[in-house]
């Protein structure tokens, strides 16, 4: 017995000292960080959460502040610097004033920049007020005219003349969140459901596999507008939200469901979780301690891809007005104000401001999904 | 069925005079470059496979054996890469080809990969792809090497799929790997490989998978097939019985080098390097272990990352040498009628 | 008056293959079929066996893993307890797998890749005897070293160990809560050679140390006759052999077992001369239920084997299950 163990300490010796171990966790991000694109898209997503928290203090303007002289006004370019009258160049960010023209013939209106009439433009400049993150009373901004009484469109108005960029801006914050809310109610539907079927079989498997093939057979887009159309209109704002909510994450939890079934499938006959019932363990502490974790990582590579669909179908329900409501400012209810021919030839800012971002979010979602799907597995090839 | 009549070699180590080798692999190393280090799983290989025998590789996980063998056919999978050495294989016609140095994709590999050497493995299911009819997956191989038609390759396989023992070739040919079972998936395999009359049978673990009983028919049906196709086999192993009941010539192999090399008898009974010893004495034997205990082998194999320096195995070696072992490998050299690599016998090292 | 730890009797474990729309089974499969045996206390007891004999099936209904259809365990522990396994349930059984533990075969999914090893080797004390912190990492520690392991490689993951070196937590987490009985499912058969003597060695010096008694399930059967006292040869859920090592190995009565035996590849090459060589033919798929099960393979096959099936006789010391036992 002692020269075994002498003989294999000695072994581990050379084992340990030289070779580094690394855990499990360590496995899946070193894996993670090959994935280049990933590991950007994740920078770009973690940017845009960082938007959508700090979204008053990034937009310039008041995003309710309607004014009728810059309806449709197109986006303002920024210049550099300012020649003098003397002939001298005097570096100052600013863009022009902008003159509204009526055109009689063709009956239309035409912005046109007035050279003479600067609008200093700065960071952290004194706006209009707000609660940063919903606590502290702030009126500072990130870049803006540096007198408060002025305002700049730098990516055009709308129809009421508001701020395209600011209503942007803090679009993110209601179709990001609504995709993370979605995502976590998802999650614990999908994982119960999906739990109980894979780990008891049975007929309760087979109910509940029934029950999803049921709902995946209706077609979404009645199912959502009978369900929207079930919201009083009297409800405030955040209820719509949350029951908007609600009916979106009912697309993600169904491939959730069927993911972690096959995932406890696979795993109850694994021995280490034979092992476990053995060692005393009961159901829900086999489930909790070696099930789970072990398919944790496969889990929040899902969710990261399911939420780009809750994104994109919070925009869709919006866009066809069964979803949010103006004066609540998403993505979704961005584009329903592009929903006409005049706009998209008149102003085409209104419909390309906020795609560009909803495909930016989308993609980048993707991206990371990938990537954190990729590393889930570090033992794969 | 007949048993090969076992015929000690005439000068053991040495081709018998006129005896050109089929492949000779010297020096050949094969390292795999990962994240965490260079593993180097083959570390200078010296072999001669010749015609007509049957050679057993015998080592344990870890060894390289099966890496050599997929050096010799050039597929092995990044990040591995032969890094030196040479595998010169003499073709009918008299041309040698240095397998080491060709590019794997190219015509020269290819055509020799399948036709003049072939390979089965350990998982039958990992080389008979799934969703094809193994009849037509052998009339595939036998297209792509010979020139036939459709009908005369159909012909052949069904043949193949007799010869190497089926039962109702002509029905089990548009069956799927699935239906069959592993006995039966291995030897379809084993139809597969020769049904283009290789020169060389690579076998690696054949047996391991299956039972004992299954196993044994396999082993004789290699045998059979060696005589009348005239071809060699390097059969790929970790049982000794297995070496024991099929080999003319063994090569142990250790952490990426052959430490003791050849014909069988001399290896098995008077085995020279202390890890074939060793290793003849830890497996039980039935009717033979009277002791209560096996005398094991001590310690465990290192690390492929942290390999000691000088010969591998000094680490559970019984009559290492201090001051002798840690500074050099040594070079597999002939002693008596083996070729062995310790310095109990030699102060060759692998640098001279 | 032998002492008996574990005394199966009649057992049955069919699995229904085909089933209907609505789970109607079709056909069944029968994995053990009337299976008796007695183990004595302190010896190592061998079931030997093929692909689909159902040795593994057996290790599985002995732990109750799997529940049987039919048939009965009896288990007497030292401290006095005699309780039929079969009928045991929930808490009953928790607590009788303190006494009876198991051993895997593969190294690599026996263990979980993300638990520490002395979360391993300890969860059972975790449950049994409410240990945590400290006391538990004492107590594995223990163990650890017991088993040939550094103590200090506890806070490890598994794939920080050799597959050996695995096979030894295996070890350690089946003794964490001091048995009497361990079932060892093809503990050795993913282990290379060298270290399989390493690990025999083991077990053995384990099982003086602690009084154990091993149920040693493999298909390697020169490890089997260096290990076991008693050897039960199982052929398509039945046991066609059952008799002491020395009987079985010396003097095989079963058709089965000859051929099993002199199928066994010996490590001498001499050996090749003189050896005689049972060929079976391939294994059928088909089984007539009601017939000797190996009749269809056997070269002394006869019509009553075909139509009856056997009873099992005692000759010399063995149980064989075969019309001519002794005779052949």
């Given at each position: 017995m002692t020269e075994t163990r002498t003989a294999s300490d000695a072994a581990t010796d050379e084992f340990d000292d030289t070779v580094r171990i690394l855990g499990p966790w360590a496995l899946v991000w070193r894996k993670f960080r090959r994935h280049r694109l990933a590991m950007w898209s994740g920078v770009v997503v973690i940017l845009i959460y960082l938007i959508a928290a700090f979204g008053e203090f990034l937009a310039p303007v008041q995003i309710h502040e309607t004014s009728v002289r810059n309806t449709f006004q197109p986006p303002q370019r920024i210049y550099l610097f300012v020649d003098g009258e003397d002939g001298t160049r005097r570096f100052q960010i600013h863009a022009r004033g902008v003159k509204m023209e009526l055109d009689r013939v063709a009956l239309r209106r035409t912005f046109v920049e007035d050279e003479s009439k600067i609008v200093p433009l700065g960071f952290f400049v004194r706006g209009y007020e707000y609660k940063l993150l919903g606590l502290i009373p702030m009126n500072v901004h990130l870049f803006g005219p540096t007198n408060p009484r002025e305002t700049v469109y730098l990516l055009g108005a709308d129809r009421l003349g508001r701020d395209v960029l600011s209503r942007i801006i803090l679009g993110t914050r209601v179709s990001m969140s609504i995709g993370l809310v979605g995502v976590a109610v998802s999650l614990v539907i999908g994982v119960l459901l999906g739990g109980l079927s894979g780990y008891y079989g049975g007929w309760i498997d087979g109910l509940i596999q029934r029950f999803i093939e049921f709902i995946r057979s209706v077609p979404t887009i009645p199912l959502w507008m009978g369900l929207a159309a079930a919201i009083p209109l009297d409800w405030p704002p955040l209820q719509t939200y949350f029951v908007v909510t609600v009916i979106v994450s009912m697309i993600g939890w169904t491939s959730l469901a069927r993911e972690v079934r096959g995932k406890f499938l696979s795993l109850r006959n694994e021995d280490y979780i034979v092992a476990a019932r053995l060692d005393g363990l009961s159901d829900g502490e086999v489930i909790r301690k070696h099930m789970v974790p072990a398919f944790m990582s496969h889990i929040i590579a899902s969710l990261t891809l399911a939420v780009p669909l809750m994104i994109l179908a919070e925009t869709s329900l919006s866009f066809?007005?069964?979803?949010?409501?103006?004066?609540?400012?998403?993505?979704?209810?961005?584009?329903?104000?592009?929903?006409?021919?005049?706009?998209?030839?008149?102003?085409?800012?209104?419909?390309?401001?906020?795609?560009?971002?909803?495909?930016v979010a989308v993609l980048t979602l993707n991206f990371l999904g990938d990537g954190l799907r990729d590393a889930a597995d570090p033992h794969a090839q | 069925m007949t048993q090969p009549t076992p015929t000690p070699s005439s000068a053991p180590g040495t081709a018998p005079a006129g005896e050109t080798p089929l492949v000779e692999i010297a020096?050949?190393?094969?390292?795999?470059?990962?994240?965490?280090?260079v593993v180097k799983a083959v570390d200078g290989v010296d072999l001669t496979i010749r015609p007509n025998r049957t050679l057993c590789i015998l080592g344990e996980s870890g060894c390289g054996k099966s890496i050599m063998a997929r050096s010799i056919l050039r597929i092995v999978d990044a990040p591995g890469r032969i890094v030196d050495g040479s595998i010169v294989y003499r073709a009918e016609d008299g041309r040698s080809v240095d397998l080491a140095k060709a590019r794997p994709t190219s015509r020269e590999v290819r055509q020799i990969r399948g036709k003049d050497i072939a390979m089965i493995f350990q998982e039958p299911m990992s080389s008979l792809g799934p969703i094809q009819k193994i009849g037509h997956q052998i009339v595939e191989t036998i297209l792509l090497h010979r020139r036939m038609s459709k009908a005369e390759a159909k012909r052949t396989a069904?043949?193949?799929?007799?010869?190497?023992?089926?039962?109702?070739?002509?029905?089990?040919?548009?069956?799927?790997?699935?239906?069959?079972?592993?006995?039966?998936?291995?030897?379809?395999?084993?139809?597969?490989?020769l049904s283009c009359q290789p020169r060389l049978l690579i076998a690696d673990e054949p047996t391991t998978a299956l039972d004992v009983t299954t196993q044994a028919q396999i082993l004789d049906l290699i045998a059979d097939l060696k005589d009348e196709f005239d071809m060699s086999v390097m059969l790929i192993t970790h049982d000794?019985?297995?070496?024991?009941?099929?080999?003319?010539?063994?090569?142990?192999?250790?952490?990426?080098?052959?430490?003791?090399?050849?014909?069988?008898?001399?290896?098995?009974?008077?085995?020279?390097?202390?890890?074939?010893?060793?290793?003849l004495k830890s497996v039980p034997r039935i009717g033979v272990t009277t002791a209560a205990r096996l005398p094991a082998i001590e310690g465990m194999v290192p690390h492929p990352l942290a390999r000691p320096s000088g010969c591998?195995?000094?680490?559970?070696?019984?009559?290492?040498?201090?001051?002798?072992?840690?500074?050099?490998?040594?070079?597999?050299?002939?002693?008596?009628?083996?070729?062995?690599?310790?310095?109990?016998?030699?102060?060759?090292?692998?640098?001279? | 008056m032998t002492d008996i730890i574990l005394s199966v009797r009649y057992l049955d474990m069919h699995f229904p293959t085909s089933s209907g729309f609505f789970g109607k089974t079709k056909s069944t499969v029968r994995a053990v079929d009337n299976v008796s045996l007695d183990v004595r206390r302190g010896s190592t007891f061998g079931i030997v066996g093929e692909s689909g004999s159902g040795k593994t099936t057996l290790g599985r209904?002995?732990?109750?893993?799997?529940?049987?259809?039919?048939?009965?365990i009896h288990f007497t522990g030292s401290d006095g307890r005699d309780l039929d396994l079969t009928g045991a349930d929930g808490a009953e059984l928790r607590s009788v797998w303190r006494d009876i533990r198991m051993i895997f075969q593969d190294p690599q999914s026996s263990l979980n890749p993300r638990l520490p090893v002395v979360e391993i080797v300890g969860q059972s004390l975790r449950k049994a005897e409410k240990l945590g912190g400290r006391e538990l990492s004492d107590r594995v520690a223990a163990l650890l070293r017991q088993v040939g392991l550094r103590p200090e490689m506890m806070q490890r993951y598994p794939d920080a160990f050799s597959g050996g070196q695995r096979q030894r937590i295996g070890i350690a987490r089946a003794l964490a809560t001091n048995p009497q009985l361990i079932v060892a499912d093809e503990a050795v058969s993913a282990l290379d050679v060298s270290i399989q003597a390493q690990t025999l060695n083991l077990m053995q010096d384990l099982q003086e140390q602690y009084a154990l008694t091993y149920i040693f399930i493999a298909h390697d059967l020169a490890v089997v006759e260096h290990i076991c006292d008693?050897?039960?040869?199982?052929?398509?859920?039945?046991?066609?052999?059952?008799?002491?090592?020395?009987?079985?190995?010396?003097?095989?009565?079963?058709?089965?077992?000859?051929?099993?035996?002199?199928?066994?590849p010996v490590p001498d090459p001499r050996a090749r001369e003189t050896r005689k060589r049972v060929r079976l033919p391939p294994r059928e798929d088909a089984v007539v239920a009601s017939?000797?099960?190996?009749?269809?393979?056997?070269?002394?096959?006869?019509?009553?084997?075909?139509t009856q099936a056997p009873p099992s006789r005692q000759v010399g010391g063995a149980d064989v299950l075969c019309h001519y036992a002794g005779e052949v």
């Open positions: 066809l007005g069964i979803g949010l409501q103006p004066p609540q400012v998403s993505w979704g209810t961005l584009l329903k104000e592009a929903q006409n021919i005049r706009s998209i030839i008149e102003a085409p800012w209104l419909l390309i401001a906020p795609g560009t971002m909803i495909v | 020096g050949l190393k094969t390292h795999f470059f990962t994240e965490d280090g069904i043949e193949m799929l007799d010869r190497v023992g089926i039962p109702n070739p002509a029905q089990r040919f548009e069956a799927y790997p699935f239906e069959l079972s592993g006995g039966m998936r291995q030897r379809a395999m084993i139809a597969m490989a000794l019985g297995v070496v024991a009941e099929v080999a003319e010539e063994v090569a142990v192999m250790y952490m990426g080098r052959v430490v003791e090399e050849g014909d069988v008898y001399s290896v098995f009974e008077n085995p020279q390097h202390p890890y074939t010893r060793a290793l591998p195995f000094r680490t559970r070696c019984e009559s290492v040498i201090e001051g002798v072992c840690s500074k050099a490998q040594p070079a597999l050299v002939p002693v008596g009628p083996t070729k062995v690599a310790c310095f109990l016998h030699s102060d060759a090292t692998t640098d001279d | 209904c002995i732990m109750r893993i799997l529940k049987p259809g039919r048939g009965s008693t050897v039960a040869v199982m052929y398509l859920g039945q046991i066609v052999e059952l008799a002491d090592k020395g009987e079985l190995f010396n003097n095989p009565k079963h058709p089965y077992t000859r051929a099993l035996l002199s199928a066994v017939a000797c099960r190996f009749a269809p393979r056997c070269p002394h096959a006869t019509d009553l084997c075909r």
